[in-house]
């Protein structure tokens, strides 16, 4: 896997504005708070931020006491205003 398309969960996390800083996303990530699917895996945790992410993969997390559930669909190059971000993820339907 290239560096092109992959990215680090936390960098992708803060990319996409889930979190402030990147290492609030490192932290919640150390904790284990995430659960990342790809296609024709089952899911595990994440529990390190330097796991890589990668279009396609699924995140399921509880923030602010509601569960998020994302599909990433692009790494982005930057931190970017919160339109940008959004086009990092689509989110997914539960059930």
Do not use: N
């Not at 504005?17 to 899911?43: C, H, I, N, Y």
């Not at 995140?59 to 669909?73: K, M, P, T, Y």
């Amino acid at each position: 896997m290239s560096e092109a398309d992959a990215c680090r969960a936390d960098v992708w996390l803060w990319r996409a504005r889930f979190f402030k800083t990147r290492s609030m996303a490192a932290k919640f990530l150390e904790d284990g708070r995430v659960r990342l699917t790809r296609p024709g895996q089952e899911a595990h945790r994440l529990d390190k931020p330097a796991r890589p992410v990668k279009p396609g993969d699924e995140l399921v997390f509880a923030l602010d006491g509601r569960l998020i559930a994302v599909r990433v669909e692009a790494l982005g190059d930057r931190r970017g205003p919160a339109a940008e971000a959004r086009t990092l993820y689509s989110t997914l339907e539960e059930g």
